[in-house]
């Protein structure tokens, strides 16, 4: 009987303190947010972000293979 007290007392302790922290993490994190929105100036609803241009697609197929070496020799033979 004795060791279902203890796991009740433990169970009981560990959701308080899980409660705790989490009570102080949404404190921190309202705060800061609070803080960083008063630090940051207001933007203007006129104001628009510019327009970004738009990305080419990818080219369809294999991507384009490197040069050979019998390329690179027959170049070697048209230099001198």
């Known amino acids: ?4 007290s203890l796991l009740k007392k433990t169970c009981i302790w560990t959701g308080a303190l899980l409660g705790v922290s989490v009570l102080w ?3 921190v994190s309202l705060s800061s ?3 960083v929105g008063r630090a940051l ?9 510019p327009a ?8 369809e197929g ?5 040069s050979t070496p019998e390329d ?8 001198g």
Do not use: F, G, H, Y
């Open 62 to 66: 294999p991507p384009s293979r490197p």
């Open 41 to 49: 100036p207001e933007q203007s609803p006129a104001v628009t972000s």
């Open 72 to 79: 690179a020799s027959s170049t070697k033979r048209r230099n």
């Open 33 to 35: 947010v609070l803080i």
């Open 52 to 59: 970004t241009p738009a990305t080419k697609p990818a080219s």
């Open 25 to 27: 993490v949404a404190l």
């Open 1 to 4: 009987m004795e060791d279902v």
